[in-house]
């Protein structure tokens, strides 16, 4: 029988961690690989066994009335903390040579971070090798033309102009849209949508059931700061908002949120979603907020390629959606700085390191799907689920 000789420096307290590392690292891998290698085991995955670990999730969290999300997040950064404070004064406590000490403590963080990427695959990463949903439908996605961008820009300017005047009763209302509204009240009309909007993406039956309402962020000031609107957090799988945002954008991100949390994974597939179940939706405010979501993209895709025609449909726009439109631009741009350049660029890796090969670009390409959606069923008003707008007030 052959001698085991320990390799220089390799302390034998390093050996569990180093091969707990190995197996959850390599396992990770083998997940990841699976997903991206093969759709239709990543899209299974998203119709099937997300569905079942979504129940379990949400049945327990829908009934928490705060984001656990917070606390999840918040203890994470206190335990890795404490953990780095221990490291430190478990390598200043040994004995020299430290090599022994170090290769344990390193083994450890592979055993945290193996840990958290494959529960972040089994719980939702998976998905991300799905197909998207204009290949799952079947959809002919073309580029944007020119002819099409003008004629849907004229169509939901004058479309988002009268669901304006149906929520204040004049062309201003002195105010941005959704002052003194309680934004939580949006969740209830968005949850009795998402049927009639899933169903139109081919969604089953099985797949939409109700998660529970939208969750505000305490965090939300910090979210600000990193210019995130909204979050879906696997590991309690809770859709969060950032309370701070403006009211009239709140329905559309708090949909876009609900979105990933019904397994839509590409950005420009959770507009589009967030997007059919805001219009779909019987509360004026929150359609409104999903039709002038659509006006500013097609607006903006346009601009690329015409941009004076494209400021003379801004200019067609009622004094009141311009101020929204206004108010919107100048809270996000008021929170741009070093925090919010680290974010964006942490979020562009993270959705190119999950197959979304466009990284933050992808939030604009939800256009084309708009655009192919409103050409097939012949326009705006036609394509609205509703039709006319409820007159409210805000």
């Not at 899209?43 to 656990?68: C, F, N, Q």
């Amino acid at each position: 029988m052959g001698t085991f000789v320990q390799a220089p420096g390799m302390d034998p307290r390093t050996r569990k961690p180093a091969m707990a590392a190995v197996v959850l690292v390599g396992a990770a891998v083998v997940l990841q690989l699976a997903s991206s290698l093969s759709p239709a085991v990543a899209d299974a995955y998203a119709r099937w066994a997300g569905p079942l670990i979504s129940r379990v999730l949400t049945g327990v969290s829908r009934w928490v009335p705060v984001s656990l999300t917070d606390f999840v997040e918040g203890g994470a950064i206190v335990a890795l903390l404490w953990w780095i404070v221990v490291a430190v004064r478990r390598v200043r406590a040994a004995e020299k040579p430290k090599l022994p000490v170090l290769w344990t403590i390193v083994a450890e963080a592979w055993v945290i971070v193996g840990a958290l990427h494959l529960s972040f695959l089994l719980l939702f990463g998976i998905g991300y090798g799905r197909p998207g949903l204009a290949e799952r439908m079947g959809w002919d996605i073309a580029d944007d033309s020119r002819e099409g961008l003008i004629a849907s820009g004229e169509e939901l300017v004058g479309h988002v102009n009268g669901l304006y005047l149906a929520i204040h009763g004049s062309e201003d209302g002195g105010e941005p849209t959704g002052t003194g509204v309680d934004p939580r009240t949006f969740d209830a009309a968005l949850r009795a949508s998402w049927p009639t909007a899933g169903a139109a993406m081919g969604m089953a039956p099985g797949e939409l059931f109700d998660r529970g309402p939208t969750k505000p962020l305490l965090s939300s000031p910090i979210y600000s700061k990193l210019l995130i609107a909204g979050i879906y957090f696997p590991y309690t799988g809770e859709a969060n908002i950032n309370m701070q945002g403006p009211v009239w954008q709140q329905p559309l991100t708090r949909a876009h949120e609900m979105a990933h949390q019904r397994f839509f994974y590409d950005e420009s597939d959770a507009n589009f979603a967030g997007f059919l179940a805001c219009v779909a939706a019987d509360d004026p405010l929150v359609r409104y907020g999903g039709w002038l979501f659509a006006q500013r993209q097609v607006l903006k895709q346009l601009q690329r390629q015409d941009p004076e025609l494209a400021l003379e449909l801004v200019r067609r726009r009622h004094p009141g959606v311009q101020r929204d439109v206004t108010f919107a631009v100048t809270f996000w741009r008021s929170h741009v700085g070093k925090a919010s350049g680290v974010s964006q660029k942490v979020n562009d890796a993270y959705l190119k390191a999950n197959g979304i090969s466009d990284g933050v670009q992808a939030y604009g390409r939800s256009v084309r799907l708009l655009q192919y959606w409103l050409a097939d069923c012949g326009g705006v008003a036609e394509c609205d689920p509703l039709r006319e707008p409820t007159p409210s007030s805000p």
